[in-house]
Structures are given as structure tokens and as C-alpha cells.
């Protein structure tokens, strides 16, 4: 379990707030925090990192990283982090950036196969693409075998193809290390993919959490409409199939007819045709 009661004085988007946060997260839950810019969510992974002070408490296990403002060192915290900048060492090469943080070539090894870049471990930063950049990020932040993986908005630079191999790699990750993961992200689509819990924060307050569905979904979709979505998932429902679709940071459930149970597939861009209560869906 890892308890989060913080609270630190801000000056964020719209001036001087205070954030005041009171979670409970459990152990190997992958959660994203959602929100606006300045509503103070990565003000609060810099807290939990220790990159920042605060008042309150923050208990990993049982472990006190945060009581009042005695404050566990950054180092001592067993902790991955991922940010939108790499922070690569560009005169290692790949395999080098990860054997600096643990001699263990093993692990290395398994971590760069699972995220698709052990054929470039003799590479150096400066001869990879942004996204294999990121990955090589990630697999870094692991080899210490963290209790905690942090993630400042890591896919948000990536293009979309990209960004959907890099999605899947973090969730494989995650699930193989059993370990409690915490996302900032802006991105439905990642929240939806990855998180069994989402945390919406305004202001430097938490103003919903829930299952992405419960925070997300719009409900039944009324009115004449065109939009334009991402297909994210597929899935079985009393024997008919449902689309869910990421439409402008909502979720929308859309019920498939027969020809469009053969042509619609994940990951595809779709337009929904809303009239009369009937929605339509065809490839974009």
C-alpha cells in the first residue's frame, strides 16, 4: 500500500493554490493522473520522488519515506522514473546506460528484449529515434527492480504508432515486475489501455478517481454528430460487440453492426455518425 498526504503551496495557471493530496493506492495498481495543465500532477511525482519538499506523509509498505518534513533521501527510495526528457548518457551506448545504474547483464538483456531494442544495444543515444530513446528510458528506470515506477508524460513526444508499441511494452513491464506504476498522462487513450485506476486532479486537488470507464464514459450519445475517435478496444457484450472509442478525451461504447464487426479493428482512427439516437462507425 502506498499512502500519499501531502500538501505544498503552489503558484500554478491560474495563480497562488494549495496542493492538497489524500490517496490510497494499492500495491501493483497502475495509475494515471489525469488533469489539467498546473492543476499540480507533476508537482506531486517530484514529491513522491523526493525531487520536492512537502508537509505530510508519504508510507510506501512500511516503509516512511515523508513524515512532516523528515524526508527519506532520493537515493534511499526504491523508485524508477521516466520523464519526457531521455536523460541518456550519449557516450554509452544502449546496453551501457543500463549496466550503469546495475551490473547485471541478464537483466539487461530480458529488459531490452521485452521493450524491442536488444538489437540495438551497441548503439549509441544519438543514433536512436525518440521513441527507441524512451524505451531505452524505461528499461533503465527498471534495472534496480523498483517497488514504484514513475512517468512524467512519457509517450507524449512519440508519434502514434509509436506511442501504441511503447504503450504496450510499459504494460508488459509492469505486469512482469509487479510493480505499482503512476502516469501522468493527458492521453484517454493511455489512460484507458493501461490504468485500472484514474485520478483527475484540478487545482491542486483530487476531484474524481475511479476505473477509467467510471471517470470517462459519456453515457448514451444524443443528437446528430460527426466525430472523429480512436478505436481502443473490442469487446463481447451479451452477444453483441461493442467498439470503445477515445473521442476528444471522452469514452464513447458504440455497438457494431455486422459489416462493421469485420472492418473495424483496435487502434484504428474512426468517424462516428451519431442521428436519432443510432450511431454509426466507419474507418476515418
Not at 229 to 236: A, K, R
Request: glycine share 6%; proline share 2%.
Amino acid at each position: 500500500m502506498l499512502t500519499i498526504k501531502v500538501n505544498k503551496g503552489l503558484h500554478g495557471s491560474s495563480g497562488d493554490m494549495e496542493l492538497d493530496v489524500d490517496l490510497e493506492i494499492k500495491e501493483n495498481d497502475f495509475i494515471a493522473i489525469s488533469g489539467e495543465s498546473g492543476s499540480g500532477k507533476t508537482t506531486l511525482l517530484r514529491i513522491i520522488a523526493g525531487l520536492e519538499e512537502a508537509n505530510g506523509e508519504i508510507i510506501v509498505g512500511e516503509e516512511e519515506w515523508l513524515k512532516e518534513k523528515n524526508s527519506l533521501a532520493i537515493q534511499k527510495r526504491n523508485i524508477g522514473f521516466v520523464f519526457q526528457d531521455y536523460a541518456l548518457f550519449n557516450n554509452m551506448s544502449v546496453e551501457k546506460n543500463l549496466l550503469y545504474v546495475k551490473k547485471d547483464k541478464e537483466l539487461a538483456n530480458h529488459l531490452m528484449e521485452i521493450a524491442g531494442i536488444l538489437e540495438l544495444k551497441d548503439r549509441m543515444p544519438t543514433m536512436l529515434s525518440g521513441g527507441q530513446k524512451q524505451r531505452v528510458s524505461l528499461c533503465r528506470a527498471l534495472m534496480n527492480r523498483p517497488k514504484l515506477l514513475i512517468m512524467d508524460e512519457p509517450l507524449s513526444a512519440l508519434d502514434p504508432s509509436i506511442r501504441l508499441k511503447l504503450r504496450d511494452a510499459i504494460f508488459r513491464l509492469h505486469k512482469e515486475f509487479k510493480m505499482t506504476t503512476i502516469m501522468v498522462t493527458h492521453d484517454t487513450s493511455e489512460i484507458y489501455s493501461l490504468a485500472n485506476r484514474v485520478i483527475v486532479m484540478e487545482n491542486g486537488k483530487v476531484i474524481n478517481s475511479g476505473t477509467p470507464k467510471e471517470v470517462f464514459s459519456t453515457g448514451e450519445t444524443e443528437g446528430v454528430i460527426s466525430m472523429q475517435g480512436e478505436v481502443l478496444d473490442i469487446v463481447e457484450k451479451d452477444n453483441d460487440y461493442m467498439a470503445i472509442v477515445c473521442v476528444q478525451q471522452q469514452i464513447i461504447e458504440v455497438l457494431l453492426k455486422e459489416d462493421e464487426k469485420k472492418s473495424i479493428k483496435v487502434g484504428e482512427c474512426v468517424e462516428l455518425i451519431t442521428k436519432r439516437f443510432s450511431t454509426s462507425i466507419k474507418k476515418y
